[in-house]
Every structure is written in structure tokens, then in C-alpha cells.
């Protein structure tokens, strides 16, 4: 549609400022977060910011991260590293791991890719790749099929990819000396998980892995959540048992004929309190009507 220039004239600069404002908004809320680092065995680190927890591995070797969050965090994650063993040369990770593509757990790559190699699965590349605002460093330049050993800090940090999940990308790492794993998004502690359908997630394959990473690791085991505080198998166990109730429950209603709307409206029994910001009780069934 054509607009005169007086309509311009008032259109424009009204769209202009409301692109500052939510601009100014965004680093506004960037600004108030704060990194918190939690030491939690020999060269394994955990932090905590805005988007993804961070995986760290700090020490001899220098420093590797898993995942970065979003990108006006950079500068605070490098400033929390410097405080790590591994940055009496440099605070700039030499690796960094993407366990899946989505932008809160990529979005510093641009930062740090500059001076590390960046790691994931091969649909990583594709789908970041794909992306026209994805600078060539923010790109990974290993990728694998199936996983990747890397021998660092005294320990064995071992990637695996377990097929479709949260997405068609995701990697578990695990730090074998350590006895700590990280999940990425396979994993939100206590709250419904968000499985990217249209990027190749699967609800079944969602459960499926979380069962063979519990099959992997012990009551010592310290885990990593994509989102949510440092955990433990227990409570990996009931967020299994949840993903359990919840794709029992659902096959049974689309087996009875129930639509979306009345599965909605039943609800998932127990489980209630899990709903959280991103992901209602009504957006995780929807996930599940869809997924199964």
C-alpha cells in the first residue's frame, strides 16, 4: 500500500522509536543480569546467567565452554571466566560446544568464535547456516554425527548425540573424571520442556533420551539442566516420570477421540505447578497432541 508523505512523515518515526524502545528494552534487561559461577568438581564450573546455562571446563589447559547464551552477555561471561584456574593466560574459552542450535544458548558464538573452535552436531551448522544474521564466526567449525571425545583438563569430556530430541542437533556432554553431565534443553528442571517440532524434535525421542542418560550416570552425578538450578538424577528421575505421565495420559485421550480443546481443558493431572513462562500446561499438551 502507498503512503502519502505527510502519512510518512508520521509513520515512520513512530515505527522508528518503537524499534529503539523495545532495542533499549532488551539491553535494558541484559544490563540487570548478572553471571553466578558455582564451582562443582576438579575443572567442572557452572554458570548462570540469562538463556542457557553455561558449562565450564577451567583449568590447566586453558578453558572450554558449553553453550554461551545471548550475545549482549558476552563481555559479563568473559569477565566470569577470568576468575576461572583456566585464565592465568586467557579468559577466551579455547573450545566452545553448542549442545543444540537455538540463539539462548548460541548467541555469544559470534563473540567467542573469533578466538575458539566451536563444536556440535552436524544440524547445528545446517540450521545455523541457514540463518542470514549468523556471522561465519559464529559458525561451528567441528561437527560430528554421532559425538566427539575431547581430552581437557586432566578429564575426558565426552559429546554424544542421542538422535531427535529437543531438536534433530542435541549433544550431552559429559565430564567422565568429574561425574558431571550437562543436558542442555533435554532437560528444564522441574518445568514442562520445550521440543522444537518444527526443528526435528520428537516427543518420544525427548523421553527415550532422557531415559538412556539416566541409565549413563550415578546418585553422584552432578546435572546440568538447560534451564533451571544444578540437579541431581533424582531429579532428572522425576522429570522423566513426568514426560512418563504426561505421553501415557496423552496417547490415552487421542486413543478415546478427545480433541485438543478437551485435553485441554482435562489437564494433566499432577503436574500443574510445572507450567512456567514459556511453556503453560495448554502449550505442553498442544506439543503432545502434535508430537504423538
Same mark, same amino acid.
Given at each position: 500500500m502507498n503512503k502519502s508523505p505527510r502519512l510518512l512523515s508520521i509513520w515512520l518515526p513512530s515505527l522508528l522509536a518503537l524499534s529503539f524502545l523495545s532495542l533499549a528494552a532488551e539491553d535494558d534487561r541484559f544490563a540487570k543480569v548478572?553471571? *553466578?559461577?558455582?564451582?562443582?568438581?576438579?575443572?567442572a564450573w557452572l554458570f548462570e546467567g540469562a538463556g542457557g546455562n553455561i558449562g565450564v571446563s577451567s583449568g590447566?589447559?586453558? @578453558?572450554?565452554i558449553i553453550d554461551d547464551q545471548f550475545a549482549p552477555l558476552a563481555e559479563k561471561i568473559t569477565a566470569a571466566l577470568a576468575s576461572t584456574p583456566g585464565a592465568k593466560s586467557s579468559a577466551m574459552p579455547r573450545y566452545i560446544i553448542n549442545t543444540h542450535y537455538h =540463539?539462548?544458548?548460541t548467541g555469544s558464538n559470534g563473540h567467542f568464535g573469533v578466538h575458539g573452535t566451536i563444536m556440535a552436531h552436524d544440524n547445528v551448522l545446517k540450521r545455523l547456516q541457514n540463518d542470514e544474521k549468523t556471522a561465519s564466526a559464529a559458525l561451528p567449525v567441528i561437527t560430528y554425527e554421532q559425538g566427539i571425545n575431547i581430552r581437557f583438563n586432566g578429564d575426558t569430556i565426552k559429546v554424544v548425540h542421542m538422535g531427535p530430541g529437543h531438536t534433530d542437533g542435541d549433544? !550431552?556432554?559429559f565430564w567422565q573424571q568429574?561425574? !558431571?553431565v550437562h543436558m542442555g534443553d533435554l532437560f528444564f528442571k522441574d518445568r514442562f520442556p520445550y521440543i522444537d517440532l518444527?526443528? =526435528?524434535?520428537s516427543v518420544i525421542g525427548y523421553r527415550d533420551n532422557v531415559a538412556a542418560v539416566l541409565a549413563m550416570i550415578d546418585d553422584k552425578t552432578q546435572v546440568i539442566p538447560g534451564h533451571g538450578e544444578l540437579a541431581s538424577k533424582t531429579d532428572l528421575l522425576r522429570f522423566k516420570h513426568m514426560l512418563d505421565t504426561s505421553i501415557n495420559w496423552a496417547k490415552a485421550a487421542k486413543a478415546q477421540g478427545k480433541t485438543l480443546e478437551q485435553m485441554t481443558a482435562d489437564g @494433566?493431572?499432577?503436574y500443574k505447578s510445572w507450567g512456567w513462562q514459556f511453556i503453560s500446561e495448554e *502449550?505442553? @499438551?498442544?506439543t503432545l497432541y502434535k508430537g504423538l
Open positions: 548478572n553471571i *553466578k559461577s558455582t564451582h562443582l568438581n576438579a575443572s590447566e589447559d586453558g @578453558i572450554l =540463539g539462548d544458548h549433544s !550431552v556432554v568429574a561425574n !558431571v518444527e526443528a =526435528g524434535g @494433566i493431572a499432577d *502449550k505442553w @499438551i498442544e
